[in-house]
């Protein structure tokens, strides 16, 4: 069965300093891998997708299949980036669902 | 590109009652649509699939009388929560894949029965 773990609910850290979002995720096959962010009462967006590897607020993650991982990093958070934050699974290329951790609610604190 | 659009984005209503509630995809076709529901402080869970003329497949545990779900053209699927009761509040988001843009999100639905 899919599974994605994160195991921090809640992650505050001083503005500028680094943030790592730790995700991991269980799947016997080649997971596609998504970050959504999901600010104060608005929808879930995109963040970042691993196929396609590019940078986005700051934000990158690389997919580590020998620790099945798929860590999100900033180098420097920004206040703005306080929200809510999804690590999610497509099972294959195919029409499927999401398959969603838990969340991980970032706090930046000024 | 690839919006879906929700609505309501909130709805109250009373115990016993049903509500409906809409999901059109704006600028693409959803051949799929996905249903999820999020309880305050948690991740959203599957509840069902739905497919564009045939039957929704829904989640072990989701009862698929209460959660209707209609997906009758390739621009619009439905949800209605029948009978709706307290525990049935939470907050219900669609979601639909595109080729170009992966993953889109409709806004959110917030139940709230009373």
């Known amino acids: 069965a899919q599974r994605v773990t994160q195991p921090e609910k809640l992650l505050s850290v001083f503005k500028g300093a680094p943030v790592e979002l730790k995700c991991n995720y269980s799947y016997s096959g080649s997971p596609e891998l998504f970050w959504y962010v999901q600010y104060s009462r608005q929808r879930l967006q995109l963040l970042l997708r691993h196929i396609s590897r590019e940078s986005i607020k700051g934000f990158t993650a690389d997919l580590n299949k020998g620790e099945t991982s798929f860590h999100l990093k900033k180098p420097f958070a920004q206040e703005e980036d306080s929200a809510m934050y999804y690590c999610a699974l497509s099972p294959n290329s195919g029409n499927t669902p999401l398959v969603f951790g838990k969340g991980t609610r970032l706090s930046v604190i000024a | 590109g690839a919006v879906v659009s929700q609505h309501p984005s909130w709805v109250i209503c009373k115990s016993g009652t049903s509500v409906k509630i809409e999901c059109r995809s704006l600028?693409?076709?959803?051949?799929?649509m996905f249903w999820y529901r999020q309880f305050p402080k948690q991740s959203l869970m599957l509840m069902a699939t739905?497919?564009?003329?045939?039957?929704?497949?829904?989640e072990q545990g989701v009862e698929k009388d209460k959660f209707l779900i209609n997906h009758a053209s390739l621009t619009l699927s439905t949800l209605t929560v029948t009978s709706a009761h307290p525990e049935d509040s939470s907050f219900y988001i669609c979601?639909?894949?595109?080729?170009?843009?992966?993953?889109?999100f409709g806004s959110g639905t917030r139940l709230t029965v009373v």
């Open positions: 739905s497919n564009e003329g045939s039957k929704a497949t829904y």
């Open positions: 979601s639909a894949r595109t080729v170009s843009f992966g993953y889109t």
């Open positions: 600028d693409f076709q959803a051949t799929t």
